[in-house]
């Protein structure tokens, strides 16, 4: 017991929550009765109020219930009105303390239910006067700390109190032990600080002495500890937000508190553990990523054998012989038996090697121990199995974390703090990440200004941070998906944008954006919310730099720049409400429900200026498409219209060539559609063969009715048709994403069908071979050859009347293509037709000296 309160009733009081009939019995020597002073200062659990509060919703009155919920939480206490502070002289307050009022207020705003006791006091025995009230406050038992559940006055929603000697303070992480801890103490013989717990616990993974901030989540781990039943736990957070630190601080602060621990079944705390499965580690001093030193196991099976050995169960010299049953008594011993808390960090470098991270073993175990057992995990992402159970790490808080945080790394790397601009600039680059503004300011002591090492961490310095912290996390997004190539185009569009407009930009689904979402937030993205409600993306600040550093490696990456570079074009110049009108048109187009496109758009007024964008009128057009040939007319009005203000929007051209080519009467149509596309010049190069190979189509089903009666006209719409397929073909050689196959087949199907066509007359293939010499490019190997191999072929049952001919068609073509200014070793298509065209002369030579040595005998 402390000695200041050994002769007097004040313990006693609190702890049996009963005040005693008299000050002399209250206050022992403490009291004088001659002058009627209280010989006693302000403590941790006596307060003294000269009035009595005429209300407890605001300023006085608000600030004893302040007191009282102090008090609760801490070790009870006494208030004591009608008595100056300092002097301890009565102040003879005349008004009546109302305590059921103050209770009933107590419970209201706390949800705590809270019964405190009153009693008045004379200051010498007989006296009629009772001028000395005392409000008894008694202890928190074994409830949750009390706090706000709503305002009070000043003190907003969640404040949460602790009596500190002869104040009040907001709780702060030191005061988390006493908050949660066995308070009881307090009045015993024992000394505060007895306590023994077995921990093994390393040096702290931090690079910062000070450990800052985080109190709201230190707050959620001791009540997790002390009164949830769910036996484990997990923060899950980007790499570099502090979970480690906040896991080992926690650790420490549970193995060292001085006052006992209680776990939810009421088995006291025996011991504290902290294994780590950490791969590598970010020195923020010298940028640099390095193997971790502290690494405990690296398997499910060391994991295990390191909690035996840390919990004091066998010798490191035992470890290598355990067998596996061995193993599992030893665990079982350790459950059944002692009451402890395990902290493993980095949980999921295990889970990135595909490796049993021993979780179900341990979960098992701790399951079935009457709740011996706490699991607290750190990972950096959120274990889908264990949502209830899982806390996130976040940045640091600008107003309440972020400067303490800033302020006391400057003083450990003996750096000025950046002042003004400089500080919010340093938040926003580092977007609050801990080790990101370690990194920083660790740059300052190398650089003249703040200016200067933000700077260098833009640019190289900052590599090996943000390899830290996205690198393993981009490694593991499953290359099948577009996540990777989400981010890509999330890093060069710079704006938040809604999942739709990021799939309209891509082309991909919003099945496959949604699927990218999800892998990739929390780590990758922020998100927010416009004034429509809907959810807008972007990337975090920190992972600008590392995306935009491995993109150019992906895949079709040059095809997304072009495709985002044109739609920052067409933002620029669309104001706010078309583009609301666009997006929610295109989702219409997406889930095709045209018939909406058609009623919402025709709803709007003509006067509005979406009218006159080409976006709105190609949707427009597309929606009228997908009625029918009813509306084929309003349909082609509006595509017109669209690509006279120049829209080139695929899917609008697609609708429109569709509907088209699908009547033979604007059958021309379709072909000069594909002619007006092809010469617009705007297309990519995969919609460019694309629409090539529409006009082979049309060309090629023109020429279909004059094979019977004007063979002349179709062999020469089918070459026209064979060189559309021809360029086509040419340009998909360097789109990956454009599967050629269906080209070839074009060629093969059409190719087969002219060789019918002209049966021994070869000349017209020959002109057309002739002619590929005039382009300005080479002709694709697969095509050429589609068309040269049965010419090759041919060529052995000429007819003897038709090889001179032949071959002079052949020397003649070969004799164009020996003019050609690039070298045909620049050329395979072109190299492949000359080596043909001399097989072909050589062949028919022969044959001719064959033919004529059979005619001579």
Not at 277 to 289: H, N, R, S
Not at 475 to 488: F, G, P, S
Not at 705 to 731: C, N, Q, V
Request: charged share 25%; with cysteine.
């Amino acid at each position: 017991m402390n000695l200041l309160y050994q002769n007097t009733g004040i313990a006693a009081a609190i702890q049996q929550n009963h005040l005693p009939a008299t000050l002399a019995e209250l206050f022992g020597d403490l009291f004088d009765e001659d002058t009627g002073r209280i010989l006693l200062q302000e403590t941790t659990i006596i307060d003294f109020k000269e009035t009595i509060p005429e209300s407890f919703s605001e300023g006085y009155g608000a600030g004893i219930i302040r007191l009282a919920l102090s008090f609760h939480n801490t070790f009870g206490g006494l208030i004591v009105f009608g008595v100056v502070d300092r002097t301890g002289v009565p102040s003879l307050a005349k008004e009546i303390f109302n305590i059921e009022a103050f209770n009933r207020v107590l419970s209201d705003f706390s949800g705590n239910q809270i019964e405190c006791s009153l009693r008045r006091y004379a200051l010498k025995e007989g006296a009629d006067t009772l001028p000395i009230q005392v409000v008894l406050v008694p202890a928190r038992r074994a409830q949750r700390p009390a706090r706000l559940t709503r305002s009070l006055s000043k003190y907003g929603q969640g404040a949460l109190w602790v009596r500190d000697r002869h104040e009040v303070l907001i709780a702060e992480p030191r005061h988390l032990p006493l908050l949660y801890g066995n308070r009881s103490s307090f009045f015993s013989r024992n000394e505060v600080g007895s306590v023994s717990v077995h921990r093994s616990l390393p040096p702290s993974p931090s690079t910062m002495d000070e450990f800052v901030g985080r109190f709201g989540l230190l707050h959620d781990l001791w009540d997790w500890l002390v009164f949830s039943n769910h036996v484990r736990m997990y923060l899950h957070g980007p790499g570099g937000s502090g979970k480690s630190t906040l896991a080992y601080e926690f650790a420490t602060a549970v193995a060292h508190s001085p006052y006992r621990i209680t776990l939810p079944k009421g088995n006291t705390l025996d011991y504290v553990l902290f294994l780590s499965a950490k791969e590598t580690a970010l020195d923020p001093f010298q940028q640099k990523e390095s193997n971790f030193t502290q690494r405990d196991f690296a398997t499910a099976e060391e994991q295990v054998k390191q909690i035996l050995y840390h919990a004091g169960l066998v010798a490191s010299t035992e470890l290598e012989g355990l067998s596996e049953e061995s193993v599992e008594e030893h665990l079982d011993e350790l459950v059944d038996n002692f009451s402890g808390l395990i902290v493993i960090d980095d949980i999921d470098a295990l889970t990135r090697r595909n490796r049993d991270t021993g979780e179900e073993l341990l979960f098992q175990k701790a399951a079935q121990c009457s709740g011996r057992l706490k699991i607290l995990y750190t990972s950096r992402y959120a274990p889908p199995y264990a949502l209830k159970t899982a806390k996130e790490v976040p940045s640091l808080d600008f107003e309440h974390e972020f400067f303490r945080f800033m302020e006391s790394c400057c003083r450990q790397f003996e750096v000025a703090p950046p002042a003004g601009n400089n500080a919010l600039r340093l938040f926003e680059i580092s977007a609050g990440l801990p080790i990101l503004i370690e990194t920083i300011i660790g740059l300052r002591r190398n650089c003249s200004s703040y200016e200067e090492a933000f700077k260098a961490y833009e640019s190289r310095e900052g590599d090996a941070a943000r390899r830290y912290l996205y690198q393993r996390e981009y490694d593991r997004l499953e290359a099948a998906t577009k996540a990777r190539h989400m981010l890509a185009a999330l890093s060069l569009i710079e704006t938040p944008v809604s999942i739709t407009a990021i799939g309209h930009i891509t082309s991909y689904s919003e099945e496959q954006i949604r699927d990218a979402v999800t892998q990739t937030k929390g780590i990758f993205l922020k998100s927010t919310e416009n004034e429509n409600g809907d959810t807008l993306y972007e990337l975090a600040t920190p992972a600008i730099g590392f995306v935009r550093q491995v993109s150019p490696d992906l895949p079709y990456y040059p095809a997304l720049q072009k495709a985002i570079s044109h739609f920052k074009q067409e933002s620029g110049r669309t104001p706010a409400h078309e583009a609301a009108i666009l997006v929610r048109m295109q989702k219409l187009a997406r889930t095709s429900d045209f018939d909406r496109i058609v009623e919402e758009g025709t709803a709007i007024p003509t006067s509005d200026s979406i009218w006159g964008n080409p976006q709105f009128l190609g949707l427009l057009g597309q929606g009228y498409a997908a009625r029918g040939a009813a509306n084929a007319e309003d349909a082609r009005g509006y595509f017109a219209r669209a690509f006279a203000l120049h829209s080139r929007d695929i899917f609008m051209l697609r609708t429109w060539y569709k509907l088209e080519f699908s009547a033979p009467h604007t059958i021309k149509s379709a072909e000069d559609l594909c002619r007006k596309v092809l010469q617009s010049g705007s297309l990519s190069q995969r919609h460019r063969s694309e629409f090539y190979s529409k006009l082979g189509q049309v060309l090629e089903t023109q020429a279909r009715p004059f094979i019977h009666t004007d063979k002349t006209r179709a062999i020469s719409m089918m070459k026209a048709s064979l060189e559309a397929y021809f360029e086509g073909k040419w340009l998909a050689r360097d789109v990956e994403q454009l599967d050629s196959t269906l080209q070839d087949d074009w060629i093969s199907s059409l190719a087969g069908k002219l060789f019918r066509l002209l049966q021994d007359d070869l000349e017209p293939l020959f002109d057309f071979i002739e002619k590929l010499s005039d382009k300005n490019h080479d002709v694709d190997l697969e095509a050429i050859r589609i068309l040269i191999d049965p010419m090759k072929t041919m060529v052995h049952s000429a007819k003897p009347s038709a090889c001179s001919k032949v071959a002079a068609l052949a020397r003649r073509t070969a004799a164009r293509y020996a003019r050609l200014k690039k070298p045909l070793s620049e050329q395979p298509g072109f190299s492949y037709v000359t080596e043909a065209l001399r097989d072909i002369i050589q062949t028919l030579h022969s044959k001719m000296k064959t033919d004529q040595g059979e005619h001579t005998r």
